[in-house]
């Protein structure tokens, strides 16, 4: 694998971004990650969307197990999540894309048909924090209702 | 009276990031830039997620409402959400791109094209 990345036309990464930056220069290891997986699916365009239990499944080389939020009372939900990160497990979640929920679940400040990550729960004020993949419009303190509203699965690996 | 609503819709349209300006004329070319559905493209160098694309009502300066195919931009540098649809004008890093195509396909991703706009000389 050749050392270099595609870039913008103003010369920034155009997939994966840079990560902290250390004495020895920036963290590349996401973008080396996602260049490697590129290059054995045929390119980057061979990767863009699908499944991120699928992902998850190649990073961690554990497999997914996929639920729907929908089935559980709020607290169970809440209780099972917690438990989920107590033991390190990795968790992603899918926005729904469904037409009949979208404008609600924009105004929600959700970005619809995406993958997000599990970071945290709060299990006495009912609330998760979610990480968008983006790097930015994180759905922090995100009630569980509007979660088993607008995300139809979750995967844990 | 005519100065009152002048210097009003002044301070409106100061007031948004989104502006529509007759003198403005787009040149097609290399400034055009397509951002898809769900990803993070660049506008002048700043980052812009594009997410959202749906049919709902937007709004133009001077209290234009239009409806049709819109789409929701998050702008990294301003950390904010404003939706945009064909007309929309958004200025970023002290450059305007004009909203010239949303376009969406059933359930596949949709697409949003930019043009850049300058004044006309």
């Known amino acids: ?157 | 009276m005519k100065a009152i609503i002048v210097v009003a819709l002044a301070l409106i349209s100061s007031l948004s990031c989104i502006s529509i300006n007759s003198e403005l004329k787009s040149f097609p070319g290399d400034n055009v830039e397509e951002i898809t559905e769900n990803t993070v493209g660049e506008l002048n160098g700043v980052r812009v997620g594009v997410s959202n694309i749906l049919e709902d009502t937007y709004f133009l300066p001077y209290n234009r409402q239009l409806t049709g195919m819109t789409a929701q931009l998050f702008v990294f540098t301003d950390n904010t959400d404003v939706t945009v649809g064909k007309g929309s004008v958004i200025t970023i890093n002290k450059s305007q791109w004009e909203v010239v195509k949303v376009e969406k396909e059933g359930n596949e991703l949709g697409c949003v094209t930019f043009q850049r706009v300058i004044n006309k000389e």
Do not use: C
């Open chain 1, 1 to 157: 694998m050749k050392s270099n990345f595609p870039v913008t036309s103003n010369g920034n990464p155009a997939y994966a971004q840079k990560g902290d930056i250390g004495a020895k220069g920036p963290e590349l290891w996401a973008m080396l990650i996602e260049k490697a997986y590129a290059i054995s699916e045929g390119g980057y365009d061979e990767i863009e969307g699908g499944n991120p239990g699928d992902a998850m499944e190649i990073l961690t080389n554990k497999e997914s197990t996929t639920y729907d939020p929908s089935d559980y009372e709020d607290a169970v939900l809440l209780k099972l999540l917690k438990n989920f990160l107590s033991k390190k497990r990795a968790i992603t979640a899918s926005s729904s894309s469904s037409s009949e929920k979208k404008k609600q679940a924009k105004n929600a400040g959700v970005v619809t048909g995406h993958a997000y990550i599990l970071k945290s729960v709060d299990l006495s004020s009912k609330t998760i924090n979610l990480h968008n993949p983006w790097g930015s419009k994180h759905l922090n303190e995100f009630s569980i209702s509007k979660f088993k509203k607008y995300f139809y699965r979750f995967q844990v690996n």
